[in-house]
């Protein structure tokens, strides 16, 4: 079962990896929306810092444990339960569900280059796997404001998934306004 503690004052959900899959998964396919943040030490520490991107991971609806040094400090607040959930890990148990379930995925972020060969990449080793879209929005600033193109394609692709990488804290202020 996931739990919510906190680390640095600010919300990291808690539970084992295939549990938080299951989460994103259920959140998915019942078109729920929402951003899950990966959050390391730096991120939170960051966030604990900076009161804007503190408030992006309260409204999230998950903050992964992207570390040892966060998933022991949760376990040390009575989250016996919480496990190591990765961004890469996350990503590619992720792409490998929703090849298996049909559920399709947009990737938006990097230069073209980058973004080409992840569908490349993603296109080889998961086959099955519906891309609604790869989107490289070249130099965003660091509080990217709305981009009402780019919610409204990603809005019509049908996507189901939405990976956004676009480095810390850069892709939680986007997520945070998209």
């Known amino acids: ?3 919510t503690g906190a680390v640095f004052g600010l919300p990291v959900t808690a539970g084992r990896f295939e549990e938080v899959v299951g989460d994103i998964l259920r ?3 019942a078109r729920r929306g929402g951003s899950v943040c990966v959050a390391n030490a730096h991120m939170l520490t960051l966030a604990r810092r900076d009161g804007a991107l503190g408030d992006i991971l309260k409204r999230a609806a998950l903050v992964t444990s992207d570390g040892m040094p966060i998933v022991w400090s949760l376990r040390r ?3 016996h339960e919480a496990e190591r959930v990765s961004g890469p890990d996350l990503m590619d148990r992720l792409c490998a ?4 379930d049909s559920l399709p995925a947009y990737f938006y972020g990097g230069q073209p280059p980058a973004i080409e060969a992840l569908r490349r990449a993603l296109s080889d080793r998961y086959p099955d796997l519906p891309i609604a ?15 009402i193109g ?4 990603i ?7 939405v ?3 676009l480095g810390c804290p850069k892709q939680e202020y986007w997520m945070g306004s998209h």
């Open 27 to 29: 959140r998915a396919r």
């Open 150 to 153: 780019a919610a409204q394609r």
């Open 133 to 147: 879209g790869c989107e490289a929005p070249g130099d965003l600033p660091q509080k990217p404001p709305l981009d």
């Open 155 to 161: 809005r019509d692709s049908g996507a189901g998934l």
């Open 97 to 100: 569900m929703a090849a298996r």
């Open 77 to 79: 607040r009575g989250c």
């Open 163 to 165: 990976f956004v990488g």
């Open 1 to 3: 079962m996931l739990q």
